[in-house]
Nanobody, 117 residues
Framework: QVQLVESGGGLVQAGGSLRLSCAASGSIFSIYDMGWYRQAPGKQRVLVARIDSGGTLNYADSVQGRFTISRDNAKNTVYLQMNSLKPEDTAVYFC???????????WGQGTQVTVSS
């Protein structure tokens, strides 16, 4: 079992920045691929960024060049640095941990990000 707790969400003006954090506990953090997803009202949850257990990065086209995902295995934490925020980035952001071999996945409770125009 993995427990995930997100933090760092909030209200920011367009063009601003936020850094989300996701602290993991309960298992060996380094063997999990970590991801950030978001879900806007009335829409499906979609991948924003992923960093696998080997450090390979993957970003959605909509955030490429503005968002940066990173992980600190010593702190069991994954981060999402979000710059140049736009109103369309408004959503609940969820952290996920996916076992790199068995592919079972865990989710955090989500953190709200609201970008005002």
């Amino acid at each position: 079992q993995v427990q995930l707790v997100e933090s760092g969400g909030g209200l920011v003006q367009a063009g601003g920045s936020l850094r989300l954090s996701c602290a993991a506990s309960g298992s060996i953090f380094s063997i999990y691929d970590m991801g950030w997803y978001r879900q806007a009202p009335g829409k499906q949850r979609v991948l924003v960024a992923r960093i696998d257990s080997g450090g390979t990065l993957n970003y959605a086209d909509s955030v490429q060049g503005r968002f940066t995902i990173s992980r600190d295995n010593a702190k069991n934490t994954v981060y999402l640095q979000m710059n140049s925020l736009k109103p369309e980035d408004t959503a609940v952001y969820f952290c996920s941990a996916r076992h790199r071999i068995f592919l079972y996945e865990y989710w955090g409770q989500g953190t709200q990000v609201t970008v005002s125009s």
